[in-house]
């Protein structure tokens, strides 16, 4: 009788332990997990505040998201656009772009204000350099993580509706869109100012954009 209680003792502990082990590791692997993830998005993050750092963007939004308020947006940026192409052309720094941008901006306003005079409305619209948050935003066969940018925002009327953008610098406004893709000659542009992880983040394919990523092996 004694020795069946100790035999049965002893079966309980090696439960137990066999438990204790299985929970332990579970939690191990629970922790690694979400470690894996706060690295992954500690990475993301820092990634994207070095693209942001060396990009300046143009967004034109829309009073709302009718036609009519989505056409006129297409209008205003069509011609805000061809004005800052004249203005800035190619050959240009980040902070030449900048300032060209500012220097110029009650000209802009302008430019949108006329357009959409023309176009037969009378929307107010303002033009303004601010740090804004935008989602992940695609370009081309091109996507910018979301994150805080530095850009050229021009609202017209309510700006509630969705927006138009592209990059003012590096030059990836004045390429022809009908494409759909970026050019070589610009991903090259954009290679120059980005490190090798940040120009891999920004290409829509994933066999170069999981280069970027932390990988771990689970047993």
């Not at 619209?125 to 996507?143: I, L, Q, R, S």
């Not at 979301?146 to 030059?171: D, Q, R, T």
């Not at 992880?197 to 999981?210: A, G, Q, S, V, Y």
Request: charged share 35%; hydrophobic share 35%.
């Amino acid at each position: 009788m004694r020795r069946k209680m100790q035999r049965n003792i002893w079966i309980a502990a090696v439960i137990i332990g066999l438990l204790a082990t299985v929970l332990l590791g579970a939690v191990r692997i629970h922790t690694l997990k979400r470690e894996k993830e706060e690295t992954q998005q500690r990475l993301e993050h820092e990634v994207q505040q070095g693209i942001a750092k060396e990009i300046f963007r143009l967004h034109v939004v829309a009073n709302s998201d009718t036609d009519e308020d989505q056409n006129l947006k297409l209008h205003v940026k069509t011609r805000i656009v061809d004005y800052l192409e004249d203005v800035l052309g190619e050959d240009r720094t980040l902070e030449a772009t900048k300032e060209g941008v500012l220097t110029h901006l009650n000209e802009i306003e302008d430019t949108a204000r006329q357009t959409i005079e023309e176009e037969g409305y009378d929307y107010p619209v303002t033009a303004a350099v601010e740090k804004t948050y935008f989602p992940d935003k695609t370009y081309g066969d091109c996507t910018f993580p979301a994150g805080e940018y530095e850009a050229l925002n021009v609202k017209i009327g309510e700006a509630e509706g969705h927006n138009w953008w592209c990059v003012l610098y590096p030059s990836l406004c004045f390429i022809d869109e009908s494409h759909g893709v970026v050019s070589e000659e610009k991903k090259e542009d954009l290679k120059e100012v980005l490190t090798e992880e940040e120009f891999l983040t920004i290409l829509n394919d994933p066999k170069e954009r999981d280069k970027v990523k932390i990988g771990f092996k689970w047993f």
